[in-house]
């Protein structure tokens, strides 16, 4: 049966013209005319039998279908976009592991040690797109994943099998001035200074006092940050003091732009794992790279 899809370059127009909401910028991005560009929009909205754009004063503005459309559009020819240059840039007999990463692990631990990996695997090529939360692979283009979570959250993971790398241990850091000369804190002292939070750990804090058994006011208190890299720039810009992991954040600490305000650390039930789709069949690429991230985990930094 034949597909109902309209042109590709009619949507190409479709997408840019919905972009900037002009049918003039659209052409000066695409190289056409104004005229091109408009022919191909009216041809769209035959196809589909619906007017994407309304004239105003001032040009065009899309319709309430012509936004929704648009939404839907524009994800699915990057997706595509994508799609063609991966393949253009492969080359032949080359491997290539399509990778999902939160993104400070990824950022802070995996890249440094790429080169590793190059070394090892010349022909093994790594794409890396974040991802924080579990997913269905069968839905995306990813081989594997590296996850941070509880063994609950992996074990939960549908349709997936998981290697277990990494525990996490968070310490907490600051930028010297805070020590004020003293090589560290007490957990009493550290109890009445600028706590930074990460919102996706709210009760870190509270926790760590806990375990050191001091009674803290304003755990839950302070600046909120979404990763650990932005937590660690805080720190390290003097905001307060982070709760880290301390294997992400070793450069900082090597140049002394952060420092270990208390030698207590508070474990952690979460792990970084490498999630794979289940089964007993596994690309080339997806083997090398675990084999050589099992090798590289082993020396736990």
């Known amino acids: 049966m034949r597909r109902k899809l309209p042109s590709l370059q009619a949507l190409a127009c479709f997408e840019a013209a919905a972009r900037h909401e002009s049918y003039t910028r659209a052409a000066q991005e ?25 004239r105003t004063r001032h040009g065009v503005a899309l319709t309430e279908r012509g936004r929704d459309y648009a939404t839907q559009v524009a994800p699915r020819l990057a ?7 991966d393949v253009m840039s492969s080359q032949s007999g080359a491997l290539r592991l399509r990778l999902a990463a939160v993104p400070t692990f ?36 990813f081989d594997a994943a590296l996850y941070a979570g509880t063994p609950d959250q992996v074990a939960n993971w549908a349709g997936t099998q998981a290697v277990k790398l990494l525990d996490e241990a968070v310490v907490p850091v600051c930028s010297p001035h805070w020590l004020g000369g003293q090589p560290q804190l007490s957990p009493q002292a550290i109890a009445s200074l600028p706590l930074l939070q990460q919102s996706t750990r709210p009760l870190a804090w509270r926790q760590w006092f806990e375990a050191q058994g001091v009674v803290a006011p304003l755990a839950l208190m302070g600046a909120r940050f979404e990763l650990f890299s932005m937590t660690a720039a805080a720190a390290a810009c003097g905001l307060g003091l982070a709760l880290v992991p301390r294997l992400l954040i070793g450069d900082e600490l090597a140049r002394g732009e952060l420092v270990v305000a208390c030698d207590q650390v508070l474990a952690s039930a979460r792990a970084y794992y490498l999630v794979r789709p289940e089964g007993d069949s596994h690309p080339p690429a997806v083997l090398a790279f675990q084999d050589w991230l099992i090798q590289a985990t082993q020396f736990k930094t």
């Open 30 to 54: 695409l190289a056409l005319t104004q005229g091109a560009v408009s022919r191909q929009v009216a041809a769209l909205e035959a196809f589909v039998g619906q007017p994407l754009f309304r």
């Open 79 to 85: 997706a595509l976009e994508q799609d063609t240059l």
């Open 106 to 141: 990824a950022t802070r631990w995996l890249i440094p040690r790429l080169p590793d990996l190059k070394r090892q695997h010349p022909d093994l090529t790594v794409h890396i797109e974040t991802r924080t939360r579990p997913f269905m692979f069968a839905d995306t283009a």
